[in-house]
């Protein structure tokens, strides 16, 4: 019996096996291969992991890890969220670009980390994985110990990477999608000194040092939430 029972496992290790290697197969001949990470890239990922660690490229992972060189800055007055108006998305706009400014100095170019969970097969990439890849570089895989549940099971989430002009035509766009809570993704620059995380309701910042977060706090304290931690 015990024999029988090895040779059972053993098949179904051996067909597990040949299904995954058959669905790598097909995934290569129909180009839905998950990207490989690309090269150039890692100088970042050496520099995010001496800057900024464990944490992944999203707000409230950097908050969590990074607390003594954090500060939130809200988009508009009295912790509102949402721009009614056009002089409200004004003032919303104009915020992100003065704390970015601050943070990037006289560099005129930023590198945008963009998160996705969506659609990570082992082999298989989603549509919309295969299409970041035509735009973006895919970077790297984080592991995301938010996400995990009652069984300490995590969840992956990749980030693809791109630089684009600090500029208000190449990033307004972004903020948008930020105050509308449609994609997670941070601002940052080639040496990760600096890490600008926005949301629906502003942004996450982790500065160089905790005096330069200091500084940037009192340069921009009308833009604080009133609240002892800050959010």
């Not at 560099?107 to 990570?120: A, F, K, T």
């Not at 969840?155 to 208000?168: E, G, Y």
């Amino acid at each position: 019996m015990r024999h029988t029972i090895a040779r059972v496992a053993h098949l179904l290790g051996t067909v597990h096996f040949l299904r995954g290697r058959g669905e790598e197969a097909v995934a290569g001949v129909l180009g839905f291969r998950m990207p490989e990470a690309d090269p150039s890239w890692v100088e970042l990922g050496n520099a995010w992991e001496l800057r900024v660690g464990r944490a992944i490229p999203a707000s409230w992972s950097l908050r969590e890890h990074l607390a003594e060189r954090w500060v939130r800055f809200h988009s508009l007055p009295d912790s509102k969220r949402d721009a009614d108006t056009e002089e409200e998305e004004r003032m919303l706009l104009d915020r992100h670009h003065h704390v970015l400014a601050a943070l990037r100095g006289s560099s005129d170019e930023v590198v945008v980390v963009l998160l996705r969970w969506d659609g990570q097969g082992r082999f298989r990439a989603s549509r919309e994985f295969r299409r970041l890849s035509r735009i973006w570089s895919f970077w790297r895989t984080f592991v995301d110990e938010t996400t995990a549940d009652d069984e300490d099971e995590a969840i992956t989430a990749s980030a693809f990477v791109r630089r684009l002009p600090a500029t208000r035509a190449a990033l307004d766009p972004w903020f948008r999608r930020a105050a509308d809570d449609a994609d997670v993704f941070v601002i940052t620059n080639d040496a990760v000194d600096w890490v600008y995380a926005p949301y629906d309701g502003g942004a996450d910042v982790i500065t160089p040092t905790a005096e330069a977060r200091d500084a940037l706090s009192d340069r921009y304290s009308a833009w604080r939430s009133p609240r002892p931690d800050g959010l």
